[in-house]
């Protein structure tokens, strides 16, 4: 939510109409669903980078700034232990090395805090 509201505020998320206990309502943006696909397209992978290179500009300086290691630990521990199709875990397996990842979140975390970067604290 935290993430939506400051996105918003700087015209790169839709607008927050209403919140309430299980959810919220917020503005639509035409699009489509960036696939896998999409990802190899190196047109398409620049279009990314460039919107990416506009949202760490933000000066995220204030009590509202989304705390980003946070987030990432949500994302990765998100991530199922394995998957139920036989093909589904063999193409992710393949693809993602979780362990790695894991590691190398801990130690953007440990630099970030070391540079005292908002951005690597946890909420107290």
């Known amino acids: 939510m935290q993430n939506l509201l400051f996105l918003a505020s700087n015209n790169l ?8 206990s299980n959810g919220f309502i917020y503005g639509f943006v035409p699009g489509n669903v960036y696939t896998v696909k999409d990802m ?18 933000l000066d995220g ?20 232990a394995a998957y139920e199709k036989v093909a589904d875990q ?13 590691t190398e ?11 005292n970067l908002r951005i690597g604290r946890y909420p107290s």
Not at 63 to 80: E, G, H, Q, S, Y
Not at 105 to 115: E, F, G, M, P, T
């Open 13 to 20: 998320a839709p607008q927050l109409y209403a919140r309430f």
């Open 40 to 57: 190899r397209d190196p047109h398409r992978s620049l279009l990314v980078a460039r919107t990416m290179t506009t949202w760490h500009k």
């Open 61 to 80: 300086n204030t009590d509202k700034t989304p705390l980003l290691f946070p987030t990432i630990r949500k994302w990765v521990n998100a991530v199922p």
């Open 90 to 102: 063999a193409k992710f397996t393949k693809c993602v090395d979780m362990k790695r990842i894991q």
């Open 105 to 115: 979140v801990s130690s953007l975390y440990q630099c970030a805090d070391r540079l």
